[in-house]
């Protein structure tokens, strides 16, 4: 349910206009502020019925009612602002009064809008002095936040199948392989092809492991890059390049050589007939594995073998399986057991089912209350036993319905928008976490920071088992997540469903039409369109309430369309189409205020100076085939601005000599930002940053100042690009002094400095430092004495494309490092064994001289262990990439 979401940012933009943009509504200020207190009355409606009525059907009623009201007062006064900031546009006036919205003065709009709440007010009785505007926040009944749940990858037994499909992968054949697993949605298909991915037997006899999905929308283009990229760089030129001649390339890899490829959830024969270009059939220590839902991709794939049909887990395997989901391990208490194993059997030995369900209970027994816990999993156990009564082939978009329905109303838009994404597409978290913000969907709470809220609410969600967290990054935190297939398709379902309305997806038939079709597009606020984008746009749709567009289709946009986005949809908020490659900078762009939210790519060089009309915007995000990007625009004014990325090297204009109150006090994000601009000046208005970019000659930061003014800066990347100044210049001679970083900087990222290695005294003594990566030959020198420095902080380094061939350290160096990744460190003889005191995690790629020791320092963990007579795994991982063992 997203009205409490969709009312709170209505308000933040009135109290925004108010505030800031008094210029806009001059005339009908009286009513903007009434309307202010409508809708404060409103939102505490809002959240005192949806707390007394969770189970009563009318509520959904009630809110769609309340949702209609809100989304006319937010579109009154969108269409007003845009008016009036673009006057001088004569055919928008033209195009509006076409519209399904007057243009009218906004006071009597406002006063519409305002009639019609005062007409919902008296329908449902609703007390105005009862919901004052002059709310006082309860604190106390806020959710407090709690340490995530952590739960390991519960992988319940199945060991039969494992062993029957290790067999299969060990048969000697007298051509390429190809092993099927099928089976019912949620049975675990993919689970089990990752459990013997991973296995340590699988890893020994298949040097050459990757991992592809191929989903029920792919690009055949796109499946083959995905593995092509694990033999080499993925370079723009083969990106041009076709698929056959892509095919081509890829098969030369694979002619020779033991690998073993998983082509995760194939939907079709045809699909497999499509791809089977790439794989030489002449290898015959190739090894294909598919996982599917359909018994005839597997006949097609290999009629010489018998399909592997995944069975259903065992009563026992299912009680364990939910055991362990709940409670971490193998016991439940005695006065569950009975509620537990009820649930339990209602899921009908359904892994995906299991742990859907368990990551309710996870919630309900938090508690230390064992009668209130009772009295809660009894509730949930009915609540199963309702919903499944009926229709077993529905049994688990019904499981999965219950779990979204106990969700809390603040978490739901925020899973429902996992359905905007592609089908087993790989989701970036902190763009996920930017995308909700910009949307509305996160609200301030206390001193905690948007970004971090929205962290919050994603890890509630991967608790409840709704999504999964894909990547990690070498820090811990989580980097990407992923949605399970069966999860999506419900979430697109419900966001489209009249209850709820959060976005369509727009498709194509093979007649060519559209659905929903373009004149329907106008009633649509989210769109996601991940095929067939050109056709889309070029078929001219207008949506007057649109305010997102969504494609992660790679095409380039003709000049001639350049502008049909922004005509199209003058109201957009979040436009993410990166994946689109633009001809050149939309210019009309710069009319949409309400934008938040701006992803796009091109071969740009430089950013109008219009880009500050857009006083919304809160990210930037510009990738440009240019090496360099100049910002006419003026960043430093632009209030709300919070994250600018960009891949190039950003010259930004200079700040203005006075501070005007608030300026850039939102930016968080800068990077990458031109050497020329890291000047007092700069980093003395950017005072609040948290992570900063910098590309250039790194050099020039050694003379001058600024950095040490950066007090909040948490991250730091400093990219040496001598290309874009003299080339005199190429190694970096020293590092700024200790005292010049940012005073409480953790994590920092060298690139092709080509420091030597006596450097490293200086950031030994930056004390909160806790991630050190260095690339591209960020230090140059055979040999790194490391004996005289102490790294107090460090827990995680990593070391690519260096000389190194000898490393001399200690634990007392680097006494809490827990993490260490090396790669293309070929000439690297060893790695120091007296590291693995604190080591949890050691990652070799292309190192093949450094395997024994990362060997020996293997077995000494586990001496370790067995000296202290634990039975408590040491979690020591040791990944060795293909090809190097």
């Known amino acids: 349910m997203a009205e409490e979401a969709a009312i709170s940012f209505l308000l933040d933009n009135v109290k925004q206009l108010l505030a800031e943009q008094y210029h806009l509504i001059k005339g009908a200020t009286d009513e903007v502020k009434l309307l202010q207190g409508d809708l404060e009355i409103l939102r505490a409606f809002i959240e005192d019925a949806t707390a007394k009525r969770n189970k009563d059907q009318t509520l959904k009623v009630l809110m769609r009612q309340v949702r209609e009201v809100i989304f006319e007062a937010e579109d009154a006064i969108d269409t007003f602002v845009i008016q009036a900031a673009e006057k001088k546009t004569q055919s928008f006036f033209a195009r509006m009064t076409n519209g399904s919205i007057k243009t009218l003065n906004v006071a009597n709009e406002v006063k519409s809008v305002r009639d019609k709440i005062d007409v919902f007010f008296t329908k449902h009785r609703v007390d105005r002095t009862t919901f004052g505007t002059e709310r006082v926040a309860d604190t106390s009944k806020e959710e407090r936040k709690q340490e995530p749940f952590v739960r390991k990858e519960n992988i319940v037994g199945l060991e039969d199948e494992t062993e029957t499909l290790f067999g299969y992968l060990m048969e000697e054949k007298k051509e390429l392989d190809v092993i099927s697993i099928i089976g019912l949605p949620g049975l675990g298909k993919t689970t089990i092809a990752g459990k013997i991915f991973r296995d340590p037997k699988v890893q020994y006899e298949f040097p050459t492991r990757i991992w592809a999905f191929v989903s029920q929308e792919y690009k055949r283009k796109d499946v083959f890059l995905s593995i092509l990229k694990s033999f080499t760089t993925i370079t723009d030129d083969m990106h041009r390049k076709t698929d056959t001649d892509i095919a081509q390339i890829l098969g030369d890899y694979l002619r020779e050589g033991r690998y073993l490829i998983v082509l995760d959830d194939v939907w079709t024969a045809e699909a497999w007939l499509d791809l089977q270009l790439a794989f030489p059939k002449t290898n015959k220590l190739g090894k294909i594995l598919i996982t599917s839902r359909h018994e005839e991709v597997a006949r097609r794939a290999n009629s010489n073998r018998e399909p592997h049909k995944l069975r259903f887990l065992t009563h026992q395997e299912s009680w364990l399986l939910f055991t362990l989901e709940v409670f971490g391990d193998r016991s439940c208490p005695s006065k569950l057991e009975v509620h537990g194993k009820l649930i339990v059997d209602q899921c009908d030995r359904l892994p995906l089912a299991i742990v859907v369900i368990a990551g309710i209970l996870v919630k309900k027994t938090a508690a230390g209350d064992m009668n209130a816990t009772e009295k809660q999993w009894a509730k949930v156990r009915e609540r199963v036993k309702y919903y499944l009564k009926e229709d077993p082939e529905k049994r688990m978009e019904k499981i999965i319905s219950l779990s979204y329905n106990k969700l809390p109303h603040h978490l739901r838009p925020c899973f429902l928008y996992f359905g905007m994404f592609p089908e087993d597409f790989e989701i970036p978290v902190q763009k996920l976490i930017l995308v909700w913000i910009a949307e509305g969907f996160i609200q301030k709470k206390n001193e905690i920071s948007l970004e971090e809220t929205a962290q919050d609410y994603l890890e509630e969600l991967i608790s409840r088992n709704l999504i999964m967290g894909e990547k990690k990054s070498l820090d811990g935190r989580i980097k990407s997540c992923r949605i399970h297939d069966m999860l999506r398709e419900f979430c697109k379902n419900e966001a489209g469903n009249e209850n709820e309305k959060l976005f369509q997806e727009i498709k194509m038939s093979d007649e060519g039409s559209f659905t929903p079709s373009i004149p329907e597009v106008q009633n649509c606020r989210r769109l996601n369109i991940h095929s067939h984008f050109l056709n889309f746009i070029s078929s001219k749709p207008f949506g007057l309430r649109v305010r997102t567009l969504f494609s992660k289709e790679e095409i380039t946009l003709p000049l001639k369309n350049i502008s049909s986005i922004p005509a199209a949809f003058i109201l957009l908020r979040v436009l993410d189409v990166k994946s689109v ?58 209030i709300n601005l919070r994250h600018f990325k960009t891949n190039a090297s950003a010259i930004l204009p200079k700040p203005p000599e006075v501070t005007k109150q608030g300026g850039s006090e939102e ?148 006494p809490v490092l827990g993490s260490l990744v090396l790669r293309n460190c070929e000439k690297l003889q060893d790695i120091p064994l007296d590291l693995h005191k604190s080591l949890h995690s050691l990652e070799l790629k292309r190192c093949k001289f450094a395997v024994d020791s990362a060997k020996e320092i293997e077995r000494a963990k586990k001496h370790d262990q067995a000296q202290e007579n634990s039975e408590i795994t040491s979690g020591f991982k040791l990944h060795i990439a293909p090809g190097d063992e």
Request: charged residues 20%; positive net charge; proline residues 4%.
């Open 581 to 638: 490659k633009f001809t050149k900078f939309p210019n009309d762009l710069t009319n949409l205020v309400h934008l938040r939210y701006i992803a796009l790519s091109s071969d740009f060089k430089v950013l109008p100076k219009s880009i500050t009309k857009i006083w919304n915007l809160q990210t930037l995000i510009v990738d440009t085939t240019s090496r360099t990007l100049e910002l006419n625009a003026d960043l430093w004014n632009m």
């Open 667 to 814: 930016l968080q994000t800068l990077g990458m930002v031109s050497t020329q601009n890291c000047t007092e000046d700069v980093f003395g208005r950017a005072c609040n940053l948290k992570k900063l970019g910098i590309r250039g000659q790194i050099s020039a930061l050694a003379r001058s100042r600024g950095l040490e003014k950066l007090r909040n800066l948490r991250k730091l990347k400093l990219f040496n690009d001598v290309r874009l100044g003299s080339t005199s210049e190429g190694p970096v001679p020293r590092l700024p002094p200790p005292d010049a970083f940012p005073p409480k900087l953790k994590s920092l990222t060298l690139s092709a400095t080509n420091l030597e290695w006596d450097q490293m005294s200086t950031l030994c003594m930056l004390n909160y430092l806790e991630v050190l990566k260095l690339k591209d030959k960020a230090f140059v020198g055979v040999f790194w004495n490391a004996s005289g420095a102490f790294f107090r902080s460090l827990d995680v380094l990593y070391i690519e494309r260096t000389e190194l061939v000898h490393w001399k350290a200690s634990s007392q160096n680097f």
